[in-house]
């Protein structure tokens, strides 16, 4: 039943991710007072998202404008006024400050009534993202009425309907192309495979967390415990079957306590705010500090230790009591003994997955370690001469702690680059942070190979094993690999990690992709001619991720061969502001809309034919228009968009 549970919901979770977006919610009321009207538009924007305010320089997002395609007994009094709580910050991505609102905006627009009937008919214009995605230019249709006694005092203003001659013969002009079908279900086809991409997302995170707790296994706080523990169970059932049912509730214990973290974690923050912690700034400072101090205990530059208190109350208590309770708190007095080791792995864990932003991720991860943890405890109960076998508690532990420590290091840096890209700081560029892993894991190199050493190593043990040997030239060759990345290569092995190509100060790789056309129905009749796929690549100048997509992932040599090469690359704008030699109205979901400039063209090509209005937004189509694969958005995997494109090419060959 529970399984069955998980995979409704991921269903549901990867049915609902692609779909159109409609995260702000526009508003709008008229007051009329002393032969002056006052339009307000009062927006709700979604949790994650802001919407842009007014008057942002040529280049940038798209800025809150209105425009009246009809004033009768009226005139403009001044500009589209933004409302309190606007927010001003430099974008590195558009090298520009601009401004924008969370959770609500409001904006005003006044006029001068002349008297008599007035007519107040256009719409206010806006742009709206999230830490992933971009919203076109969206339009807010107005049409206000009344009439103002002598430019005076004004009567009550109410909506008009519009008035547009012939929508349905407008709309024809598109849905007679049969380049512009539908193909919603045809995509939703290819597109099906993102449940089982969700489930594996979930086994990745399950083995992450797996492995954190076998490296937990490994250190001074936990290894020396489990004979103590197993011999203890032994010695105070009497039996073997006992010890084997005790020593069993106690790796359910643990398994207990820890899945608890996990759902505490998903409890406190919620799902929504787990996925905006992997672009907030603050909270990725947060782990930055959070991963540079647990780096720094594993080191051995100081011990992070629970107050002695909690672990002598939790263990009187585990003495003074029996049965299922005795256990639990053995288990839970394990969990506070072991913190310095387990700790920092666990924050480590906690913060991975968290920011990957999905709900079941933190139980997931925490299920696994929990996992890892309890089952020796389980094994050497069951078979208990297993137990002379074990390695020796010994100065080797200490190295796992200071391997990890490195690790622990390496990673933070990921959470200082984020924090500093939403700062626009340019502290930590894409060479600098190559630089600084390429030293740490140098640094480990050398650790391994006893040049350098740290306080706790046991002077006695300082002798390079093999295991050691093999780590140590893992780890400098890993340092080798990534130095061409100082000069512009593109090192795909960190590039999930690493800041984006263009924080690059100096790249001698040069190896950017432009597109054939930015026309649709131009570019689909030359690839008919020419024999060859489309890549539709809807996206916008506004758009912050899809310049990270084009400096991060069509940089890559294969990716722009085959960009360059494979496909007919048509790039259409959706905040393209060229007006169109005159508005087209269409009906979308039972409303008129106008579409006046090319990028509206654009967005409603989207909309219509594939059911998305998310940028960037990839697919690849064949001589008719219908997909070749699912579309694809943003996520910098740089193998995973190729094979995206592989499948649209051995498809269209097909």
Wanted: glycine share 8%.
């Amino acid at each position: 039943m529970k399984k069955l549970l998980f995979t409704l919901l991921v269903f549901v979770a990867s049915a609902v991710y692609g779909q159109m977006e409609n995260p702000v919610i526009i508003s709008s009321s008229v007051d009329v007072a002393d032969g002056e009207a006052t339009l307000k538009f009062k927006a709700a924007i979604e949790s994650g998202w802001h919407l842009y305010s007014t008057d942002l320089p040529a280049g940038g997002p798209t800025s809150a404008t209105v425009e009246f395609e009809t004033l009768e007994g009226a005139q403009l009094l001044g500009t589209l006024v933004p409302g309190a709580g606007e927010i001003e910050k430099d974008d590195p991505i558009f090298g520009m400050k601009v401004k924008y609102y969370e959770n609500e905006a409001t904006f005003t627009q006044k006029v001068k009534l002349l008297g008599g009937k007035y007519r107040l008919q256009g719409y206010l214009r806006y742009g709206a993202c999230n830490d992933e995605t971009c919203l076109p230019p969206t339009t807010y249709e107005f049409d206000v009425e009344g009439t103002a006694e002598g430019g005076a005092a004004a009567a009550t203003a109410q909506p008009a309907k519009n008035d547009a001659p012939d929508a349905a013969a407008d709309a024809e002009t598109f849905s007679a192309n049969p380049l512009w079908r539908p193909v919603v279900s045809e995509l939703s086809a290819f597109d099906n495979v993102g449940t089982s991409e969700a489930a594996r997302s979930m086994w990745l995170t399950f083995l992450l967390g797996f492995g954190g707790g076998f490296l937990a296994l490994l250190t001074p706080c936990v290894w020396p415990i489990i004979p103590m523990t197993v011999s203890f169970f032994l010695k105070r059932a009497g039996n073997r079957g006992k010890a084997l049912r005790e020593a069993m509730l106690y790796g359910v214990s643990i398994v207990v306590i820890y899945l608890g973290l996990g759902l505490a974690v998903t409890a406190i923050f919620g799902a929504s705010a787990l996925n905006a912690l992997s672009t907030n700034a603050i909270f990725n400072l947060i782990f930055f500090a959070m991963l540079v101090l647990f780096g720094a205990s594993f080191l051995g530059g100081f011990e992070l230790t629970l107050p002695s208190s909690w672990t002598n109350s939790v263990n009187s208590k585990a003495g003074s009591t029996t049965g299922v309770l005795s256990i639990f708190l053995m288990a839970f007095t394990l969990s506070l003994v072991s913190f310095s080791c387990t700790g920092p792995i666990i924050g480590f864990l906690l913060v991975e997955v968290s920011t990957g932003g999905s709900l079941f991720a933190p139980a997931v991860g925490m299920l696994g370690f929990a996992l890892a943890l309890a089952l020796p405890f389980t094994i050497f109960a069951l078979f208990p001469s297993m137990l002379k076998q074990v390695p020796r508690s010994g100065g080797w532990m200490n190295v796992v702690k200071v391997t990890l420590g490195f690790i622990e290091l390496a990673f933070a840096l990921k959470f200082l680059s984020v924090a500093d890209l939403s700062y626009g700081w340019g502290i930590l560029d894409r060479e600098v942070f190559l630089a600084l892993w390429i030293v740490l894991f140098a640094l480990l190199g050398l650790y391994l190979l006893n040049v350098i050493h740290f306080p706790h190593d046991d002077a006695e043990e300082r002798k390079t094993t093999v295991p050691r040997f093999f780590l140590a030239v893992a780890s400098l060759a890993f340092s080798i690999y990534m130095i061409p990345g100082l000069w512009g290569a593109p090192c795909k092995a960190v590039s999930a990690f690493a800041p984006p190509m263009w924080t690059q100060d100096f790249s001698l790789v040069d190896n950017e992709v432009h597109a054939h056309f930015n026309n649709y129905d131009e570019g689909m009749e030359y690839a008919r001619i020419s024999g060859k796929p489309v890549l539709l690549d809807f996206t916008g100048y506004g758009c912050v991720n899809c310049r990270k997509m084009e400096s991060a992932v069509w940089t890559d040599d294969r990716v722009s061969e085959m960009l360059r090469d494979d496909y007919v690359l048509i790039t259409l704008f959706v905040d393209d502001k060229t007006p169109l030699a005159q508005p087209v109205t269409v009906v979308e979901q039972g409303v008129e809309r106008k579409l006046r400039t090319v990028g509206d063209k654009w967005s409603y090509l989207q909309r219509y034919k594939f059911g998305a209005n998310a940028q960037p937004f990839y697919v690849p189509v064949d001589n008719e228009g219908a997909p070749l694969a699912g579309s694809y958005s943003y996520n910098e995997d740089i193998q995973a968009y190729i094979d995206f494109l592989k499948q649209g090419l051995s498809n269209y060959k097909k």
